[in-house]
């Protein structure tokens, strides 16, 4: 069932023993959230506070008997609709009566068997959930393993069930997105559309949409969509997460349409929003590589070391921006640090042999393009290097890094 994902359980029993079994009893069920409660007295208050979807009560307990909070929730006006499961011992005689008299929704006999358990519940939670909303859980599920899969249009389908059972945002940005990969521009900004028309502040549609108009070659609008998801995010307080990329996907196409400084100023904002995301201030990096603008590219490869300096791809892109800086000796260092993680790259050892041959140190660039080659014998790019090196009137252009 997968509705259970959205809702809460209460477990109220006397004994921190008692409590760890019954959670145990219920640890294949994925409920959103399980509360704990010592005794009757504390679970009204956690009830009155928080949304509670089930309660599983002992039925003997110390301050209040459990049939004694059965009857406080059955009569409660605001909690009399929360479904009650009474535990009881073999002992407890008439318990069973007395509890149904109560208006109890169920019975488990203490020890609980984990199988018998989940299935009461199960049963009982099934008179009271939304058909429609299982549905769309079922379908997107559905939906995830095809999207993994690769298989976009079963994909699709699956994610326009989801949201036919029941609109959602979680659904409508999906399709949106996969409507994009496959060019039909109309069908992805009427979900996009509907993501906004369920949460007006929803940034993630705001987001593509951007991308949309970007795929569709108009920057302008593009540009215009993300600033106003912004602003609209901003004044939402969205997560800091999300701000950064949005000021990161603006700066991008700032940079698509030469306004430089612009886009300079949006990516000093996505990241400061985020300082610790190693993952953005290498994307920030790599699209400033991409427009050659390699000394500001450097700058956020080395936050991202700063960051974690255990990600080997990341002194390799500092590497191939300082050789295009013409920083050879610096760019030499950075593969080294490189190698020191993974000495067998060849990749690695073929752009630290570009350096060295650009920098005019041909015995070294032979060495070392000579170990690429060791590594990956049908390296070509490698191998093209060597002949340059070896006969440099035969090569006329190089490949780039790696």
Do not use: W
Not at 221 to 227: R, S
């Amino acid at each position: 069932m997968h509705i259970i994902k959205d809702l809460s359980v209460i477990v109220v029993d006397d004994s921190k023993y008692a409590r760890d079994q019954i959670k145990r009893a219920i640890f294949d069920l994925p409920f959103q959230k399980v509360y704990e409660a010592d005794g009757g007295f504390t679970a009204l208050a956690i009830m009155r506070q928080r949304p509670v979807h089930l309660v599983l009560s002992d039925f003997r307990m110390m301050k209040m008997s459990g049939l004694a909070f059965l009857k406080i929730v059955k009569e409660s006006p605001e909690l009399k609709d929360i479904p009650f499961i009474m535990l009881l011992e073999n002992t407890d005689v008439g318990g069973d009566k007395d509890s149904l008299k109560a208006g109890v929704d169920g019975i488990l006999v203490k020890p609980l068997d984990s199988d018998g358990t989940r299935r009461l519940i199960l049963d009982i939670l099934a008179k009271t959930i939304d058909r429609d909303k299982e549905k769309m859980y079922v379908a997107m599920e559905m939906a995830d393993i095809n999207r993994k899969a690769g298989r976009i249009d079963g994909a699709i389908t699956e994610y326009e069930k989801a949201v036919q059972s029941k609109d959602n945002i979680a659904s409508r940005i999906p399709l949106g997105t996969l409507y994009i990969e496959k060019e039909d521009y109309k069908k992805s900004m009427k979900h996009f559309m509907g993501a906004l028309k369920l949460d007006p502040n929803c940034l993630e549609a705001m987001l593509g949409m951007g991308r949309m108009f970007k795929e569709m070659g108009d920057y302008p609008k593009a540009l215009k969509v993300l600033e106003d998801g912004l602003k609209r995010a901003e004044s939402a307080r969205k997560s800091p997460e999300l701000l950064g990329y949005a000021n990161y996907n603006i700066g991008k196409i700032q940079l698509e349409m030469d306004q430089v400084k612009p886009a300079l100023e949006s990516f000093a904002k996505a990241a400061a929003a985020t300082p610790d995301n190693q993952e953005l201030q290498i994307k920030i990096g790599s699209a400033l590589m991409e427009k050659d603008l390699h000394e500001e590219a450097v700058d956020y490869f080395k936050k991202a070391i700063i960051i974690d300096p255990t990600k080997l791809h990341v002194y390799n892109l500092v590497g191939i921006s300082l050789r295009k800086l013409n920083r050879y000796k610096e760019a030499i260092q950075e593969y080294r640090k490189a190698l020191n993680l993974m000495p067998n790259d060849e990749n690695i050892h073929y752009n630290m042999a570009r350096a060295y041959y650009e920098m005019g140190d041909m015995k070294q660039a032979e060495t070392t393009i000579r170990k690429a080659i060791n590594i990956r014998p049908k390296f070509e790019d490698a191998v093209q290097l060597l002949r340059a090196i070896l006969n440099p009137e035969t090569v006329t252009s190089m490949p780039e890094s790696k």
